[in-house]
């Protein structure tokens, strides 16, 4: 059972554009979201969060919005740059230390 | 600051073998993780501690062992190794309620 989902396993995006990826979750009890981001042979390294207070959070080109009603978050990269190209994974906690991943979004993004 | 150290990088073991995954960190963390990502898949927890002495099983547990006997070390000991536990495996630290911050990962192949 899956409580998060990252439907698309992959993202192409041209260089300057928006990126933006989609995360769903399945558990209400979820109250604090992040954002990670790994390159290849590398540990995750945290990017950006929100708390369930807060319907959008933004941090220099990224943003994270949070719709609670559909259980939905998203990432917004603008602009996209090529050393944006990595995988790309959310994650969630209900009040715990604990966090549930989701299976990750690899972005490329091209010249 | 070194952060999250792990390891050693890569190890081949076969099938029966034991091993221990060395993880330390050096940010005086109370809360130590240890995650296990195969291929296509987000980071599952297999064990966690919130401070030496103290530790406990998450989603993936079985196969694994884990001790903590200082604040700075969590290792991860496999008893018999099994191809199932082929994947990259990552601790990880964070203070309580906090960005979680990872190392940069052990290859293990079991053959």
């Known amino acids: 059972d899956q409580q998060v989902k990252q439907n698309s396993p992959s993202l192409s995006v041209q260089e300057g554009r928006i990126s933006i990826l989609n995360c769903d979750y399945t558990?209400?009890?979820?109250?604090?979201f992040l954002w990670y981001k790994k390159y290849p042979a590398e540990g995750p390294t945290f990017l950006i969060s929100i708390s369930s207070i807060k319907d959008k959070n933004e941090d220099g080109r990224f943003t994270v919005f949070l719709n609670k009603s559909a259980k939905h978050l998203s990432l917004h990269i603008v602009p996209s740059q090529p050393g944006d190209s990595a995988v790309y994974f959310c994650?969630?906690?209900?009040?715990?230390?604990?966090?549930?991943f989701g299976t990750g979004t690899r972005l490329q993004v091209f010249p | 600051n070194a952060g999250v150290t792990q390891t050693p990088k890569f190890r081949i073991l076969k099938i029966g073998q034991s091993m221990t995954l060395q993880c330390t960190q050096d940010m005086n963390h109370n809360y130590m993780y240890w995650y296990r990502q195969d291929p296509g898949m987000g980071l599952k927890l297999i064990y966690y501690s919130v401070g030496a002495g103290i530790t406990d099983k998450g989603e993936v547990p079985n196969g694994y062992n884990v001790s903590r006997s200082t604040t700075e070390d969590f290792p991860l000991r496999l008893e018999l190794a099994a191809p199932s536990q082929t994947s990259v495996y990552f601790c990880?630290?964070?203070?309580?309620?906090?960005?979680?911050?990872f190392g940069p990962g052990t290859r293990l192949t079991v053959l």
């Open positions: 994650a969630a906690s209900d009040n715990t230390d604990k966090l549930i």
């Open positions: 558990n209400s009890m979820f109250d604090y």
């Open positions: 990880a630290s964070s203070s309580h309620m906090s960005t979680q911050y």
